[in-house]
């Protein structure tokens, strides 16, 4: 049996340590919020995050987040809220298939705690998810909200 | 919500319409609508027709005969119910409607699918219609509740009101009985000037749950007893397993079975991963089958090779060959574009459940009424036996008209009877099995006469089309098929002779409908040349453009719209980042809907090139979400920008040889450009938005290059040039 935390509640699968991650959530704990794009840690889709940091749980097996603490965009926020992130998804209506978009906020989100007054560039080459209907533009808007108003509540 | 009303007012060819004064007048005709009406009573609410329910709170649930892959018809088509029935759009839940004739609302009534940017354009009278209709019935209602002439009412966010002394009710306490009283014989649609909701650039109804990883796409399916199928098809399109040897594979543990599917292998597992791990090793044989010799490389030399062979026509105005005889000046130029793949983040997928002669299917589609066919034909179950359900489609851009991958699940469900079996597909699968984008190859005359106008355009394009392969009941004739030459007929430039031939050269490769299908290499090849065109009579290509327009004001208006935002140069200049920034303009008509875009970029020393800005002016008519709309024209730049910098399909003996997005990749975050949207309702028919804005931007990018640097791109992808 493997002792997994995932947004922050314990749960015990039994999996072989080279699963991946990600079908791990979505076969064995089913939570879909997490998606499969490529398989091969190409296009982001299936980013959570480890300890805080974004990974693609596509390539990383489970057996590396033992011990750890996983964090999906099911968890990403308080139950019933919606994390800065997601708030400016919204505000800015990022989405259109919406596919890739967990897979985008996980990754702004480590990237914004990483770097929490980012420039225009560095919003512009911090995110290398792919989204095939072009979302990037609002994506890039919605980051720059985001991060206006995270800093903003810390005052 | 409980609503045993069946109330369906949409029989075939229910309305027949005809402009009033104030709006437009609809006039009803619904056999065996009273009989029906027998059946329906509900103590907390009802259907009002097949669009349209109301349950006790008020709450309207809407039918949807169109899915969502990312357009915004979640948003757009609830816009146009709570219009007319005068409802705020929160109160509008959108689910997707079954199966069945009710739904068939394009085409006369015959058929219906998603795509070709027709969702908005097929239900704007019908979903206006359904709304208006049930608003009707509730104020019958109320009427007849208080004892008062329903002249005397009005509506309000979901209320009847009586203006005399100032009573009101819901919607949903007067929901079952207005579903009981007879639909109107014919209603008002609201004047435009009285628009609460369209126009309006409303938020989508679909954006929290895809915020926060509940919005459920096909991959995501869950029920008790699932179980996962991954599939290996023949390398070599169209190819048969021959042989296979499953005892490796069935060793693992968490794998079930190992099955035959047309033209490859499954393995049944309990997860994705447990599954794919046992495909990796099984040894499978497969027959090279027809299409083993062939080579997309030497399948674009035959193309090119036939460019000036005589073809059908397409359209055939003046007299081309005078005008190429008398011309003073005649130029010509050969384009090429390759086999392009959909790429939706999603991969296909799909599950199935066969058990007690019932067929249930859960799938992403295009054409809801495609899936129960290939179910139906696969089980032999009949029609009215076969359930589809429709989840969020994560992309579609064409690819999902096709049933490939639901006619595997099915196979698969009648093998494992009584179990559900989910099909899902890798990112290799997909990108090696998919319907591609056609390949072209076009030739382009033009004649000027001793002023140097333009006298004749002669287009000949050679390749084949998704109508012939696909759909073959679309084409006017056996020899003309219009899904490889829309986008060279019927264009606005008054130039006197214009021709436009088509020569049929079968694609071996499986072919499809790619977002603007052939609009999206028409665009390119006919914008590219008009520019041609100008340099070679050294005008300024704005300019040049318009002095052909002067008889197509719409035209005219968007061309000169996006000239406005961008501030036109048509020379290059030195920019504030030391760099030689130059621009270039395309405009192109499809789907109804007219474009205009003009690009700005630069090149590095390294000779890669930069899309610092698009400028994108639109009238479709009549824009339903502006914000939607802007969302669709920043997607559809996108998608056509990947493909011109990046994409191409290449076949190799037979199999296509991309399989991830290391060899196959799309547009990144890095490469998208900022892009300024703007409309002008033009008026008429509404035109479509989810493809219009994709054929002009190859164009633009590419003349903004040749203004830049002298060089005229003629094949796509751009990596193929060096441009240094």
Redesign the interface.
């Known amino acids: 049996m493997t002792n997994l935390n995932i947004n922050g509640k314990s749960l015990q699968l039994d999996v072989e340590d080279e699963m991946p991650l990600l079908w791990v959530l979505r076969d064995m704990a089913g939570m879909t919020g997490t998606k499969f794009g490529c398989g091969k840690g190409l296009c982001g889709a299936c980013t959570v995050h480890i300890d805080g940091r974004a990974v693609r749980s596509c390539v990383t097996p489970v057996s590396f987040s033992r011990g750890k603490s996983i964090t999906t965009i099911e968890g990403l926020a308080e139950p019933g809220q919606n994390h800065p992130l997601q708030e400016a998804w919204i505000i800015e209506q990022v989405p259109q298939c919406g596919y890739c978009q967990s897979g985008q906020i996980m990754a702004a989100a480590a990237f914004l705690k990483s770097n929490p007054d980012p420039s225009e560039e560095e919003i512009k080459d911090g995110i290398t998810n792919l989204c095939r209907c072009g979302t990037y533009l609002r994506i890039r808007a919605a980051i720059r909200t985001a991060a206006k108003n995270i800093a903003e509540q810390s005052v | 919500m409980s609503s045993p009303a069946t109330l369906t007012l949409s029989r075939r060819g229910f309305l027949a319409a005809t402009a009033g004064a104030g709006g437009l007048i609809l006039g009803f005709s619904l056999p065996g609508f009273a009989r029906e009406l027998q059946a329906t009573a509900s103590a907390d609410g009802a259907n009002f027709n097949a669009f349209v329910a109301i349950d006790a709170q008020g709450i309207v649930t809407m039918q949807m005969p169109f899915i969502e892959?990312?357009?915004?018809t979640y948003t757009a088509l609830p816009m146009l119910i709570a219009e007319e029935l005068d409802v705020d759009l929160s109160a509008v839940r959108p689910v997707q409607a079954g199966p069945g004739a009710d739904y068939r609302i394009m085409f006369n009534n015959s058929i219906r699918f998603t795509g070709d940017s027709r969702s908005v354009r097929s239900s704007w009278v019908p979903l206006r219609t359904a709304g208006a209709a049930a608003r009707s019935m509730l104020i019958s209602a109320a009427a007849e509740r208080w004892g008062v002439n329903a002249a005397s009412l009005r509506t309000s966010e979901g209320f009847v009101l009586n203006p005399g002394n100032g009573e009101k009710l819901g919607y949903g306490e007067l929901a079952s009985l207005a579903a009981r009283l007879t639909p109107p014989d014919d209603v008002v649609l609201k004047d435009p000037s009285l628009y609460k909701l369209l126009g309006k650039p409303l938020?989508?109804t679909?954006?929290?749950?895809?915020?926060?990883?509940?919005?459920?796409?096909g991959?995501?399916f869950?029920m008790d007893g699932l179980r996962?199928a991954v599939v290996k098809q023949s390398p070599v399109h169209r190819g048969n397993v021959t042989a296979y040897k499953a005892e490796a594979a069935l060793k693992f543990?968490g794998v079930f079975s190992v099955d035959e599917i047309p033209h490859g292998i499954a393995v049944v597992g309990?997860?994705?991963?447990h599954a794919k791990r046992a495909l990796d090793v099984l040894e499978v044989e497969f027959d090279q089958g027809e299409m083993k010799d062939f080579n997309s490389g030497e399948y674009a030399s035959k193309l090119l090779s036939r460019v000036r062979e005589p073809g059908v026509h397409a359209e055939n105005k003046g007299d081309v060959d005078a005008a190429l005889e008398d011309a003073d000046l005649v130029i010509e130029a050969s384009y090429e574009l390759p086999y392009l793949a959909h790429?939706?983040?999603?991969?296909m997928c799909s599950t199935a459940l066969v058990a007690d002669n019932k067929c249930t299917v859960w799938t992403p589609n295009q054409g809801v009424d495609y899936v129960v066919q290939t179910a139906a034909q696969i089980t032999g179950i009949s029609p009215e036996n076969i359930t589809v359900h429709t989840p969020?489609?994560?992309?579609?851009?064409g690819r999902r008209f096709q049933t490939d991958f639901v006619a595997q699940a099915v196979t698969l469900a009648m093998k494992h009877e009584g179990t559900p079996i989910k099909v899902?597909w890798?990112?290799e699968e997909d990108m090696q099995h998919d319907f591609y984008r056609p390949m072209l190859a076009a030739h382009y005359r033009a004649a000027f006469d001793r002023e140097h106008n333009p006298t004749a355009v002669f287009i000949t394009n050679v390749g084949d089309g998704p109508w012939r392969q696909l759909a073959p009941e679309f084409m006017s004739s056996p020899d003309l098929d219009n899904s490889v030459m829309e986008g060279t007929i019927h264009q606005p430039y008054g130039i006197a002779n214009w021709r436009a031939d088509y020569v049929y050269e079968h694609s071996p490769a499986p072919i499809g409908f790619w977002r603007s299908v052939s609009n999206s290499y028409n665009g390119f090849c006919k914008e590219s040349f008009i520019d041609e065109m100008a340099h070679a009579t050294a005008r300024d290509p704005v300019e040049f453009r318009r002095d052909m327009l002067v008889n197509d004001p719409r035209h005219l208006a968007i061309l000169n719209r996006a000239v406005e935002m961008a501030q036109w140069r048509s020379s290059s200049w030195q920019a504030d980042d030391r760099r030689t920034h130059a621009m270039g303009v395309a405009l192109h008509k499809s789907f109804g809907t007219i474009v205009a875009q003009i690009a700005e970029i630069s090149l590095d020393r390294a000779g890669l090139l930069q899309v610092h800005k698009v400028w994108c002016a639109v009238d479709c008519g009549f824009t339903v979400n502006p914000?939607i709309a802007t969302?669709q024209m920043?997607?559809?730049?996108?998608?056509g920008l990947?493909a011109m910098l990046h994409e191409e399909i290449s076949i190799k003996d037979g199999a296509t040889t991309a399989g991830?997005?290391?060899d196959y990749p799309?547009?990144?975050?890095?490469q998208?450009p900022?892009?300024e949207v703007a409309f002008i309702n033009g008026g008429g028919v509404v035109g479509g938005i989810g493809e219009a804005g994709t054929p002009p931007i190859a164009p633009a990018v590419c003349n903004a290059l040749f203004a830049l640097n002298g060089q005229r791109i003629r094949s796509l992808p751009l990596r193929k040039h060096n441009l240094a």
């Open positions: 892959m990312g357009q915004g938020d989508r679909d954006v929290i749950a895809k915020t926060n990883g509940s919005a459920e796409y991959f995501d869950q996962t543990p309990k997860s994705y991963w790429v939706t983040m999603e991969p969020y489609l994560g992309g579609g851009f899902l890798s990112r914000r969302m920043e997607s559809a730049i996108a998608f990947s991830n997005f290391d799309i547009l990144t975050a890095q998208m900022d892009i």
